[in-house]
C-alpha cells in the first residue's frame, strides 16, 4: 500500500508535477494546499504520512507551517521545497525539524529519493 502525501505550494503547476511524479510510483496523494495555513489544516484533516511543503508561499510560509504541524505531531515527516539561493531558510526548515529539502526545478529521481528516505 502507498504511502499518504501532502503536497503543499502556491503554485498549482508545481503540485501537479509532484502529484505526476508521486502517484506515478505508487503514492497517494491525500491532499494538497496552495499555503501553509490550509496545509495545517489538511494535515489535521487527513494524518498523511508525509507533507510536501514549499517554503515561499502567502499567507503562511512553509516553515511556520511546519512548526505549527510538528506542534500537533511532533513526528510529522516533512520535507521542504526551496529555489535555489534559500539556504538560510532551508537550514531554519531543518532546525524546525523537517526531514529533508528539495531544490525547485524538481528532478523526479531527486523528489522520489528524498520520499523514499523518509517514508520508504
Known amino acids: 500500500m502507498g ?14 508535477m509532484i502529484k505526476d511524479i508521486l502517484s506515478k510510483n505508487g503514492y497517494n496523494i491525500v491532499a494538497e494546499a496552495e499555503n501553509g495555513a490550509v496545509a495545517v489544516d489538511k ?8 507533507v510536501l511543503m514549499d517554503i515561499t508561499m502567502p499567507e503562511m510560509d512553509g516553515i511556520n507551517a511546519l512548526k505549527k504541524i ?6 510529522a515527516s516533512v520535507i521542504m521545497c526551496s529555489a535555489m ?6 537550514i531554519e526548515s531543518i532546525q ?8 525547485k ?7 522520489l529519493e528524498a520520499v523514499k528516505k523518509v517514508v520508504g
Do not use: H, S, W
Not at 504511502?3 to 503540485?15: H, P, T, Y
Not at 539561493?85 to 532551508?90: E, K, L, S
Open 3 to 16: 504511502k499518504n502525501i501532502l503536497v503543499c505550494d502556491d503554485a498549482a503547476f508545481m503540485r501537479m
Open 43 to 50: 494535515y489535521v484533516e487527513t494524518n498523511p504520512d508525509l
Open 70 to 75: 510538528r506542534e500537533k505531531d511532533p513526528n
Open 85 to 90: 539561493g534559500q539556504q538560510a531558510m532551508v
Open 96 to 103: 524546525a525539524g523537517a526531514k529533508d529539502f528539495i531544490v
Open 105 to 111: 526545478p524538481f528532478q523526479a529521481d531527486r523528489v
